[in-house]
């Protein structure tokens, strides 16, 4: 292996990194200002990008030294490595048809404390995808990429990555591949309200006239006889009373404090909402209420910034206390393109939760909150939440381009792409709260 080339996000160096990999049963402040340490600071919204395409070889684990010489793991690693401030990680590479195959482990040390943590799993592709050819990127070619992880605020990350074909270890590693580590920016009055700071500030708040005002930080609830009146919002013409739930409050991108300059300047919409896919965010369930809004800007900027996507890919994010937030920008009531489920981004609206729940059940509080927004978005579009629509598939691991799916109106995303999303606890939840929905709806 040629030694890994190292970015020190300024200085020029090189080194060749070679990890060990004892496990580690309690975390003490760990050494990690070799060559290539970067000085911390405040630099506030901001992705710092590690080049990873040589990884060095490490030492395998006691369990892997167990097996015979034909199945030992080939390992590969990052040293500790002293970075500024970051709260969100990922990893991306190049081709988003490319594969990254293999265990990757993270750990990171945490700022003020020096404390490190235990090594922490990385899902290795993230499932949520822009459609083919819906030309997200603004100009470049979306990345493939692992699902973010949040990590909390952190001034160091280590990294290990088992392959667990030996003989392929040196072509497992895709081209381009990068550990991006995002600082979402603090949360402050300058960045929470007030009025628009730009045009596209200001574009991205008058979409959701007349729900709110310009400059709003929150579009407010409304009851269900009020909420009769968002049809027109939506685009449709209100002849007479529709099922519809009531308008749940709905934090708005001025509210968490989305920098608005990130994002592609136009709005895409699609022809009518049929469906809600229901996700996780899969960035792991350590995250305090009053940090969403900070998970929030990581995952848009890791979309944006590092995915190449042409805004964050999710329509709208819930988080655990089931506050409800705008995702994508152009209009909470519109039927906004979302990157969201790869095959059926077209007519549908995609729903994150904050978390990841294929072992932990989902927080009550977010579940209903759930219920809520299904019964008004949905209710928009006159969809009922017990019953199934034809959905066309673009293309996908699960179906074909052009194949027909009669899909739930309330669907989770492995009902339209190959994946473990939204959860398998969060997934059997759906049934209930399709009926729940329903009811919300008057129906």
């Given at each position: 292996m040629r030694p890994f080339l190292v970015s020190c996000l300024g200085a020029a160096c090189t080194a060749a990194l070679a990890l060990p990999l004892a496990p580690a049963a309690a975390h003490p402040a760990e050494?990690?200002?070799?060559?290539?340490?970067?000085?911390?600071?405040?630099?506030?919204?901001?992705?710092?990008?590690?080049?990873?395409?040589?990884?060095?070889?490490?030492?395998?684990?006691?369990?892997?030294?167990?097996?015979?010489p034909q199945r030992v793991p080939a390992v590969r690693g990052l040293a500790p490595r002293t970075v500024r401030p970051f709260s969100l990680l990922g990893i991306v590479w190049d081709d988003a048809a490319a594969a990254l195959r293999g265990r990757i482990q993270v750990r990171t040390r945490a700022r003020g404390s020096g404390l490190w943590s235990g090594w922490q799993d990385l899902q290795n592709t993230s499932d949520d995808a822009p459609d083919l050819g819906a030309g997200e990127g603004r100009g470049n070619a979306a990345r493939g990429s692992t699902a973010p992880l949040w990590v909390g605020a952190s001034d160091a990350v280590r990294l290990r990555l088992t392959l667990t074909d030996p003989h392929r270890a040196a072509t497992a590693l895709p081209h381009g591949l990068r550990l991006e580590l995002v600082d979402p920016g603090p949360d402050t009055p300058a960045v929470r309200s007030g009025p628009p700071s730009s045009a596209a500030a200001t574009a991205s708040s008058a979409a959701n006239a007349p729900l709110a005002p310009l400059g709003a930080t929150e579009i407010p609830a409304a009851?269900?006889?009020?909420?009769?009146?968002?049809?027109?919002?939506?685009?449709?013409?209100?002849?007479?009373?529709?099922?519809?739930?009531?308008?749940?409050?709905?934090?708005?991108?001025?509210?968490?404090?989305?920098?608005?300059?990130?994002?592609?300047a136009r709005f895409v919409y699609t022809h009518a909402v049929r469906a809600a896919f229901v996700h996780h965010s899969a960035t792991g369930n350590n995250y305090t209420c009053a940090e969403a809004p900070s998970v929030i800007r990581g995952l848009y900027r890791y979309h944006v910034e590092s995915s190449h996507w042409r805004d964050i890919g999710y329509n709208f994010l819930i988080d655990k206390c089931g506050t409800v937030y705008e995702g994508r920008a152009g209009g909470v009531a519109k039927p906004v393109l979302g990157a969201h489920t790869l095959g059926f981004n077209n007519d549908s609206t995609g729903i994150a939760l904050l978390g990841s729940f294929g072992r932990t059940a989902p927080p009550r509080p977010a579940v209903e909150a759930l219920g809520r927004l299904t019964a008004w978005k949905l209710g928009l579009q006159g969809a009922d939440p017990r019953g199934r629509t034809?959905?066309?598939?673009?293309?996908?691991?699960?179906?074909?381009?052009?194949?027909?799916?009669?899909?739930?109106?309330?669907?989770?995303?492995?009902?339209?792409?190959?994946?473990?999303?939204?959860?398998?606890?969060?997934?059997?939840?759906?049934?209930?709260?399709?009926?729940?929905?329903?009811?919300?709806?008057g129906r």
């Amino acid at each position: 292996m040629r030694p890994f080339l190292v970015s020190c996000l300024g200085a020029a160096c090189t080194a060749a990194l070679a990890l060990p990999l004892a496990p580690a049963a309690a975390h003490p402040a760990e050494s990690a200002s070799g060559p290539g340490a970067v000085r911390a600071g405040d630099l506030p919204g901001a992705t710092q990008s590690l080049p990873l395409e040589n990884l060095a070889p490490g030492t395998p684990t006691q369990d892997a030294r167990d097996l015979t010489p034909q199945r030992v793991p080939a390992v590969r690693g990052l040293a500790p490595r002293t970075v500024r401030p970051f709260s969100l990680l990922g990893i991306v590479w190049d081709d988003a048809a490319a594969a990254l195959r293999g265990r990757i482990q993270v750990r990171t040390r945490a700022r003020g404390s020096g404390l490190w943590s235990g090594w922490q799993d990385l899902q290795n592709t993230s499932d949520d995808a822009p459609d083919l050819g819906a030309g997200e990127g603004r100009g470049n070619a979306a990345r493939g990429s692992t699902a973010p992880l949040w990590v909390g605020a952190s001034d160091a990350v280590r990294l290990r990555l088992t392959l667990t074909d030996p003989h392929r270890a040196a072509t497992a590693l895709p081209h381009g591949l990068r550990l991006e580590l995002v600082d979402p920016g603090p949360d402050t009055p300058a960045v929470r309200s007030g009025p628009p700071s730009s045009a596209a500030a200001t574009a991205s708040s008058a979409a959701n006239a007349p729900l709110a005002p310009l400059g709003a930080t929150e579009i407010p609830a409304a009851d269900q006889a009020t909420a009769q009146a968002d049809v027109t919002a939506a685009g449709g013409q209100a002849t007479g009373p529709v099922h519809i739930g009531a308008r749940p409050r709905i934090v708005t991108r001025a509210g968490w404090g989305a920098d608005e300059s990130l994002r592609e300047a136009r709005f895409v919409y699609t022809h009518a909402v049929r469906a809600a896919f229901v996700h996780h965010s899969a960035t792991g369930n350590n995250y305090t209420c009053a940090e969403a809004p900070s998970v929030i800007r990581g995952l848009y900027r890791y979309h944006v910034e590092s995915s190449h996507w042409r805004d964050i890919g999710y329509n709208f994010l819930i988080d655990k206390c089931g506050t409800v937030y705008e995702g994508r920008a152009g209009g909470v009531a519109k039927p906004v393109l979302g990157a969201h489920t790869l095959g059926f981004n077209n007519d549908s609206t995609g729903i994150a939760l904050l978390g990841s729940f294929g072992r932990t059940a989902p927080p009550r509080p977010a579940v209903e909150a759930l219920g809520r927004l299904t019964a008004w978005k949905l209710g928009l579009q006159g969809a009922d939440p017990r019953g199934r629509t034809a959905m066309t598939s673009t293309g996908g691991n699960l179906y074909h381009k052009g194949r027909v799916v009669r899909q739930h109106v309330i669907s989770g995303h492995r009902d339209g792409f190959k994946t473990e999303c939204p959860g398998a606890l969060l997934y059997a939840d759906l049934p209930a709260i399709r009926q729940v929905a329903a009811h919300l709806q008057g129906r």
